[in-house]
């Protein structure tokens, strides 16, 4: 069974940083798609990013692009996302979630109902 626990969450000012974890276990993840999403209050869930596991490869929502970054650690079997410039906007639950059979193409990355894992969440606020 996979696990996703997030951590890093907090209260910034706009124009900060915060950098959130994502430690994985149960599996090997080589396979995997690992992504992040966001939910906002009185909002649906948003992706915000995603990164294939064995080869890297990294794409971002339009509004977080050139702000945030993703990186994992294969050894530690976590995921990053070192969010900077933060903005009133970027306010929401952070989820991490593992899609374990990714179909080919990068649509589906963006795809909530993809991704069959997901981890409890970690409250980011950016106060303006």
């Known amino acids: 069974q996979v696990q996703l626990v997030e951590s890093g969450g907090g209260l910034v000012q706009a124009g900060g940083s915060l950098r959130l974890s994502c430690a994985a276990s149960?599996?090997?993840?080589?396979?995997?798609?690992m992504g992040w999403f966001r939910q906002a209050p009185g909002k649906e869930r948003e992706f915000v990013g995603a990164v294939t596991w064995s080869a890297g490869s990294t794409y971002y929502a339009d509004s977080v692009k050139g702000r945030f970054t993703i990186s994992r650690d294969n050894a530690k079997n976590t995921m990053y996302l070192q969010m900077n410039s933060l903005k009133p906007d970027d306010t929401a639950v952070y989820y991490c979630a593992a899609d374990s059979r990714p179909r080919g193409g990068t649509y589906y990355y963006r795809v909530l109902s993809e991704y069959d894992y997901w981890g409890q969440g970690t409250q980011v606020t950016v106060s303006s």
């Open positions: 149960g599996r090997t993840f080589n396979s995997y798609v």
